[in-house]
T-cell receptor, first 110, second 119 residues
Framework: DAKTTQPNSMESNEEEPVHLPCNHS???????IHWYRQLPSQGPEYVIH???SNVNNRMASLAIAEDRKSSTLILHRATLRDAAVYYC???????????FGQGTRLTINP | GAVVSQHPSWVICKSGTSVKIECRSL??????MFWYRQFPKQSLMLMAT?????????EQGVEKDKFLINHASLTLSTLTVTSAHPEDSSFYIC???????????????FGEGSWLTVV
């Protein structure tokens, strides 16, 4: 499985935007970029995914570099409930198995 | 939306006993489910792929005789930790995909997780 690299931790303030980076330089043409987050003592939760174009949904936006070797998850206005570990995962088209890296632990300050 | 539920949420058992954790897809059928374990402050580690009607596929280093997986129906997979020891204490999480397998259209849903403490 192609690997992703994320910062171990990030910190931001409530109601400010947060940009969570992810590097995936070995991504292949059939890999989708998925983001999940895990709140304390819970299972992971789907956030967003994309292939080449930037994507928006009610939770976040995903900006994908033109060469697809990196992406950024954007939380437009962080709340305390967004404090979680965010995982950037490459998922082969049609596959259900997800391999997790270390993720980024996001802390939101009031 | 699709929901995956685990039971129990937490369990305490004595060393040497076996404990079963259930994973159910509540409003969709899942021919394949996945089991993960997670130690505190660490990431999820994939243990095995649970296949409905056939044997599970275990990841390298995971003892299949210790972690028995049964996927007898399209909505239920069970993980049994046999002869549990304190080092088996962990957070166990299952996942399943809902929707068609084509493209990445099917979202993967995770259960709430099950805390196992072996004393």
């Amino acid at each position: 499985d192609a690997k992703t690299t994320q910062p171990n931790s990030m910190e931001s303030n409530e109601e400010e935007p947060v940009h969570l980076p992810c590097n995936h330089s070995t991504i292949s043409g059939t890999d989708y970029i998925h983001w999940y987050r895990q709140l304390p003592s819970q299972g992971p939760e789907y956030v967003i995914h994309g292939l080449t174009s930037n994507v928006n949904n009610r939770m976040a936006s995903l900006a994908i570099a033109e060469d697809r070797k990196s992406s950024t998850l954007i939380l437009h206005r962080a709340t305390l409930r967004d404090a979680a570990v965010y995982y950037c995962i490459l998922r082969i088209q049609g596959a259900q198995k997800l391999v997790f890296g270390q993720g980024t632990r996001l802390t939101i300050n009031p | 939306g699709a929901v995956v539920s685990q039971h129990p949420s937490w369990v305490i058992c004595k060393s040497g006993t076996s404990v079963k954790i259930e994973c159910r897809s509540l409003d969709f059928q899942a021919t394949t489910m996945f089991w993960y374990r997670q130690f505190p402050k660490q990431s999820l580690m994939l243990m095995a792929t649970s296949n409905e009607g056939s044997k599970a596929t275990y990841e390298q280093g995971v003892e299949k005789d210790k972690f028995l997986i049964n996927h007898a129906s399209l909505t239920l997979s069970t993980l049994t930790v046999t002869s549990a020891h304190p080092e088996d204490s962990s957070f166990y999480i299952c996942s399943a995909g809902a929707g068609t397998a084509r493209g990445s259209g099917n979202t993967i849903y995770f259960g709430e997780g099950s805390w196992l403490t072996v004393v």
